[in-house]
Structure formats: structure tokens, C-alpha cells
């Protein structure tokens, strides 16, 4: 039997195995296209399952939710973050430039808020970009024990390798 990682993504919760699954030998080939899937094929709205599966010998060693491990960074805003529940934190305007208070409908109190320029509104395309911080040290991934998936059917090329025996999603709401 043998080993390889294996990175699942749903697009949403009870999805029934819909999504992509990629398996990999590779650890640094797995962590490039993991956050190049995260920058351009992924919506942090979905909330579906993000996974990483080590298959050691044939069989599940570790999972882990890569959402604990995650941050995206959108010009303007804070880091977004998610906790262990799932919880998002940050993602708010970045304390620079110009601030303003906004007295609540109720008169109860003030709320902060920021003033953006016109090309912070709008900036141009080739301005926008989606950082992805996957904080890999921190998920310590175990090495792969030989002998390793064969190059024809891991990596890219074969998208359907290990997935006979799938075990619950992370987050519980997937009924696979």
C-alpha cells in the first residue's frame, strides 16, 4: 500500500463528494497548488470542506481542516482568519487614512468608520489582489513513509485516488 496526501475541497457543507480532490507525493508541489487553488478556485464563502488527508501505507493517518491554518489578505482590510469553529475574525478596514463616527439609528452610541478614497473604491484590475498565508509549520504535515503513490496515478492526474473510503468531512455537516 501507499502513502500520499490528499488535499479535498467541497463547495459546500452536505455537498455528497462534489468538489475536487487532489492527491500529491510531493509536500512542496502540494503547498503550491494548494494556495493557488485558494487565490483563484475558492470561495471563502462557501463553506465547504478545505482538508488535507495523510494516507500513510494505504491507511488515514492524520486530517486536518486547513481553515485554522489559513489567512487571506485583501488590500484595505485586516487579515481574515478562521478559528477552529469556523469563526471569521478580521477583515476589517485597516486603521490608515481618515476616520469617521456615525451616530447609531437608535442614538445609543457611535460606531467607527473609514473613509475611502475614489481609487480605494475602485482601484484599477492589476491593483486587486487575494493574498493566501497557509501556515504550514504550524500543521505540521508528517513526512510520507515510502513506498509512495506511483507519479501515474498521484498529483493532478488522478483526481479520484483514495476517495473509495472517505471518512466524514472535518467540519461534520457532510453526510458522505
Request: aromatic letters at 10%; proline letters at 9%; hydrophobic letters at 35%.
Amino acid at each position: 500500500m501507499y502513502s500520499y496526501y490528499v488535499f479535498e475541497e467541497s463547495s459546500f457543507p452536505g455537498s455528497g463528494g462534489r468538489g475536487h480532490v487532489w492527491t500529491f507525493t510531493d509536500l512542496p508541489r502540494m503547498r503550491d497548488a494548494v494556495g493557488d487553488f485558494l487565490r483563484t478556485g475558492w470561495s471563502p464563502q462557501s463553506g465547504g470542506t478545505l482538508a488535507i488527508r495523510v494516507h500513510q501505507r494505504g491507511e488515514e493517518s492524520a486530517a486536518y481542516d486547513i481553515h485554522p491554518f489559513l489567512g487571506l489578505k485583501i488590500p484595505g482590510l485586516t487579515e481574515v482568519t478562521w478559528d477552529a469553529e469556523r469563526r471569521i475574525h478580521g477583515g476589517e478596514p485597516e486603521p490608515v487614512g481618515s476616520y469617521a463616527f456615525l451616530t447609531t439609528p437608535d442614538g445609543t452610541g457611535e460606531r467607527r468608520f473609514r473613509v475611502l478614497s475614489a481609487e480605494e473604491v475602485a482601484p484599477p484590475t492589476e491593483q486587486r489582489s487575494l493574498e493566501v498565508r497557509i501556515d504550514w509549520a504550524r500543521m505540521d504535515l508528517p513526512a510520507l513513509i515510502p513506498p509512495l503513490l506511483p507519479e501515474a496515478y498521484g498529483d493532478e492526474a488522478s483526481r479520484g485516488v483514495g476517495c473509495g473510503d472517505r471518512r466524514p468531512v472535518l467540519d461534520h455537516t457532510d453526510a458522505r
